[in-house]
């Protein structure tokens, strides 16, 4: 069955540290993937989305993220987090074309002064 | 409109009862996309339109849950006999096509009391 696995619940990191998120996937093909931010009381956005091409890709907000297919992961980076980037992440995965996304359950990352 | 547009942004009702909750997507969006989020949880699939059609219903947890977007633009995901474990916050997004990603709206929160 097709799944996306975040094996954090939640991180913590001190703000100005960097930061890696962890997204594995299983689908029978490689599939569209893809990040996405939700913060308290606003709708998911798009950080960033890979299907072809260069393996790693820059997102907004200064995110990006790196596909290793051997390694059916798709993980997220930042090299240095603000107190603003405290939120949950969602890794996703869509079929072909992109649609039917399915989600991660989310890693909630948290920012200490 | 500039976004997507969800309404009511919360929606309290009785154990029993209908409801409708609407979305109101991004002009020109032909595909449109319902999830359903628990606490906790990453946004789990319904159903996705590509214009007036449901494309693929499979998410649709039973037949008390149904769709529809008549003339491709404004959908309606109606719950008919809700029951408490129906209680989620109801996601709608749209995109004109997959690869993109998607715009998601900002939600309704739906409680079953």
């Known amino acids: 069955a097709q799944s996306v696995t975040q094996p954090d619940i939640h991180i913590t990191v001190s703000e100005g540290a960097s930061l890696e998120l962890r997204c594995n996937y299983s689908?029978?093909?490689?599939?569209?993937l893809f990040w996405y931010v939700q913060s308290p009381g606003q709708g998911l956005q798009l950080l960033l989305k890979y299907f072809s091409g260069d393996t790693l890709v820059q997102g907004i907000k200064g995110f990006e993220a790196e596909f290793k297919r051997s390694q059916s992961s798709f993980n997220l980076r930042k090299p240095s987090v603000h107190w603003s980037d405290a939120a949950e992440y969602f890794c996703a995965a869509g079929n072909t074309g992109g649609f039917k996304t399915i989600f991660g359950a989310g890693t909630r990352l948290f920012v200490k002064a | 409109g500039a976004g997507v547009s969800q309404t009511p942004s919360n929606k309290v009702t009785e154990k029993g009862k209908y409801v409708e909750l609407r979305c109101d997507p991004i002009s020109g969006h032909t595909a449109l996309y319902w999830y359903r989020q628990s606490l906790g949880q990453g946004p789990e699939f319904l159903i996705y339109f590509q214009g007036t059609g449901a494309a693929d219903d499979s998410g649709l947890p039973n037949d008390r849950f149904f769709a529809v977007r008549p003339e491709g633009s404004v959908s309606t995901l109606k719950i008919q006999r809700t029951e408490r474990g129906d209680s989620a916050v109801y996601l709608c997004?749209?995109?004109?096509?997959?690869?993109?990603?998607?715009?998601f709206g900002s939600g309704t929160r739906l409680t079953v009391v």
């Open positions: 997004a749209s995109s004109s096509t997959g690869e993109e990603g998607y715009t």
């Open positions: 689908y029978g093909a490689t599939p569209y």
